[in-house]
């Protein structure tokens, strides 16, 4: 992250060998704080644990993951089957343990690395792409400027190799003098958009204002919110979209207030693969997360169990457009996903 020399991970060779060096999301806001990987358990640890965690990234940890692996003389085959299934929703991560497989079967160590590096690059340019296209979506859908913008999770830097995703469009509107108020939800699992987005938005200078999950619909009653602007972990085949626990409620709200509900993600988070949003994996978290505030705080009774998914699915007949690198998508469903997907075949190969 350029704009104050921390990055959600990058590489690095000390002399007694290549590591991969985390920035520990799950001490933010507290400590900015690093965290050495030295070998493929240890990042799928880390991984699990959301020390590291957004969907573009994850894609970038599973390649930078396989190189590791090869560099330090490991199983790559192994690895890469550990890798891959660190993570269940996210389809990036698969993503970026195939594409820096292939490499290392066709060039070795080296290519693995180097496509990883590409990866990286490709990522900072898509996030450029993608604030471009949210801002003109904005312009078209809430004329007037002075956008009032709901967003959910963390989609900022801490997810990508550049500015991010959903953020990074709310971003580029604050750079532009046009965003009125960012509307932070708390964001389960581990208050993700409390303790990471408003971090972010802090330090971009951004007009932010945290809420409960549960006062969302409060917002919207009053006529606070212009637009929603999330991320995605998944995009089935029919445009249903998996993204953090919380998200559905908020397109339901936005429906039936009439507030445009965009998507905006990379074109490597659509898995065709994938049919529909039933078919999609939801990871379900320890119930620890939700019965205690920290690890010793307790806010539940003890023996209580919680129901403790880290994500939900949007149809897509409730989302307004998907913003890519490659476009802005709407409708959204199986036709146009389809469209998109060919026409960035070259660029998910």
């Not at 919680?306 to 307004?320: G, K, Q, R, S």
Request: aromatic share 4%.
């Amino acid at each position: 992250m350029a704009d104050h020399g921390l990055a959600a991970l990058r590489w690095a060779e000390p002399p007694d060998g290549p590591v991969l060096v985390l920035l520990d999301q799950t001490r933010l806001p507290d400590a900015e704080e690093e965290l050495v990987v030295t070998d493929v358990p240890g990042l799928v640890e880390a991984v699990r644990a959301l020390v590291v965690r957004g969907a573009p990234v994850l894609g970038l940890a599973g390649a930078y993951g396989v190189a590791l692996a090869a560099a330090r003389g490991f199983d790559v085959e192994e690895a890469a089957l550990l890798l891959a299934d660190a993570r269940p929703t996210a389809v990036n991560l698969a993503y970026g343990v195939r594409r820096a497989v292939a490499a290392y079967r066709s060039g070795g160590a080296a290519a693995a690395l180097a496509e990883a590096r590409a990866m990286h690059r490709e990522d900072a340019l898509a996030g450029e792409r993608m604030e471009e296209a949210g801002l003109g979506l904005l312009g078209e859908l809430v004329p007037g400027g002075g956008y009032r913008l709901l967003t959910h999770c963390n989609t900022g830097m801490l997810v990508s190799g550049g500015r991010g995703t959903a953020f990074a469009v709310a971003r580029r509107a604050h750079e532009a003098g046009e965003l009125r108020r960012l509307w932070v939800g708390e964001t389960r699992p581990l208050l993700q958009g409390a303790r990471l987005t408003a971090w972010e938005a802090a330090r971009a200078g951004m007009p932010y204002t945290v809420l409960a999950d549960a006062a969302a619909g409060s917002l919207f009653a009053a006529g606070e919110v212009d637009a929603v602007l999330v991320g995605a972990d998944r995009i089935a085949a029919d445009g249903s979209v998996a993204n953090k626990v919380g998200t559905y409620p908020l397109a339901v709200l936005a429906r039936h207030h009439g507030v445009p509900f965009l998507v905006v993600a990379p074109v490597a988070s659509v898995d065709p693969e994938t049919p529909d949003g039933a078919a999609i994996p939801v990871e379900q978290r320890a119930s620890h997360e939700v019965t205690e505030l920290r690890p010793g705080v307790v806010v539940a009774p003890v023996g209580a169990q919680a129901y403790n998914p880290a994500f939900d699915v949007t149809p897509p007949e409730l989302v307004t457009a998907l913003v890519t690198e490659a476009g802005v998508v709407s409708p959204v469903g199986r036709d146009s996903l389809a469209a998109l997907c060919s026409g960035s075949r070259g660029a998910k190969s």
